[in-house]
């Protein structure tokens, strides 16, 4: 079956949650454990998708394979740069270009010159590989709250469009 990158829609919001919750467990348990895990799962899911698309100027897009939702990926364009977070891939279909995908289709219609900016978790190995394929920079750090007082340490990372179409948006 094929990948399709659609818009979220409401009515997929339980089947995004659930997609969402096992992602932060099969990532972040083995890289911050599994308080600082339950920590961003309660605080961010807790109250529904709202704390990640708090319905402003941001763009939610689900890739989906037959009727499962196999990725995510939220963004919002504000002054010249394009802040991408929530950017996820089902452990079983990771390394097939579905990550890729999802980042050119949020960059699609945007000017080369835009920089796209996500902040991953320092111990996101795998996170930090793929973004440095793509041609990404750290540019900052900083601490990200997984739940109250899960002060976790992560870096800013920056690229411009024209450098991660370049890599992976042929």
Not at 109 to 124: G, K, M, N, T, W
Request: hydrophobic share 40%; glycine share 10%; with cysteine.
């Amino acid at each position: 079956m094929k990948l399709e990158i659609m818009p979220f829609a409401t009515e997929r919001a339980e089947d995004l949650l659930g997609f969402l919750k096992q992602s932060w467990l099969d990532t972040y348990i083995g890289e911050v454990g599994r308080n600082a895990t339950n920590g961003l799962i309660q605080s961010v899911l807790g109250d529904g998708l709202d704390a990640l698309i708090p319905g402003n100027d941001e763009e939610a897009c689900v890739g989906v394979i037959g009727s499962q939702i196999v990725g995510s990926i939220i963004c919002a364009y504000r002054n010249g740069y394009l802040y991408v977070w929530g950017l996820y891939v089902g452990r079983q279909h990771q390394r097939r270009g579905i990550g890729r995908a999802m980042l050119c289709h949020v960059m699609a219609d945007r000017h080369e010159d835009v920089i796209v900016e996500v902040s991953v978790l320092r111990a996101s190995e795998r996170a930090r590989r793929f973004y440095d394929k793509l041609g990404f920079r750290q540019v900052a750090e900083e601490s990200y709250e997984m739940g109250p007082g899960n002060p976790v340490p992560s870096l800013i990372l920056q690229a411009p469009v024209s450098t991660i179409r370049r890599h992976c948006c042929l």
